[in-house]
Nanobody, 127 residues
Framework: QVQLVESGGGSVQPGGSLRLSCAASESTYNNNCMGWFRQAPGKQREGVVTIYTGDSSTIYADSVKGRFTISQDNAKNTVYLQMSSLKAEDTAMYYC????????????????????WGQGTQVTVSS
């Protein structure tokens, strides 16, 4: 079974920053879709950002554009989510996801069906 190991998260004041990381096996990581989804209490899960590790193509949700950045480290089979200018509405459980087919060979749409999910890490933004 594919395992995704998440780390990061925590509590921060509005305007602060946090970084999440997600490590995968080499076979899962290489030339594949990975990304982050989140779910706030009482709300449906939503896509935050995805990356195709083959060429670093990314898709960001409008709500996080300009504030969040996804990156990859091929040597560590890890993707990172740098979150800046955090807002109260960013509060949610964040899940790393991996292993779904990209559209047109490089775009990892949120509507894809990831085969693997991390355990989730809580991000709380509050003053």
């Amino acid at each position: 079974q594919v395992q995704l190991v998440e780390s990061g998260g925590g509590s921060v004041q509005p305007g602060g920053s946090l970084r999440l990381s997600c490590a995968a096996s080499e076979s899962t990581y290489n030339n594949n879709c990975m990304g982050w989804f989140r779910q706030a209490p009482g709300k449906q899960r939503e896509g935050v950002v995805t990356i195709y590790t083959g060429d670093s193509s990314t898709i960001y949700a409008d709500s996080v554009k300009g504030r969040f950045t996804i990156s990859q480290d091929n040597a560590k089979n890890t993707v990172y989510l740098q979150m800046s200018s955090l807002k109260a509405e960013d509060t949610a459980m964040y899940y790393c996801a991996a292993d779904w087919r990209p559209a047109w060979g490089r775009y990892c749409r949120f509507v894809g069906a990831p085969k693997s999910w991390g355990q989730g890490t809580q991000v709380t933004v509050s003053s």
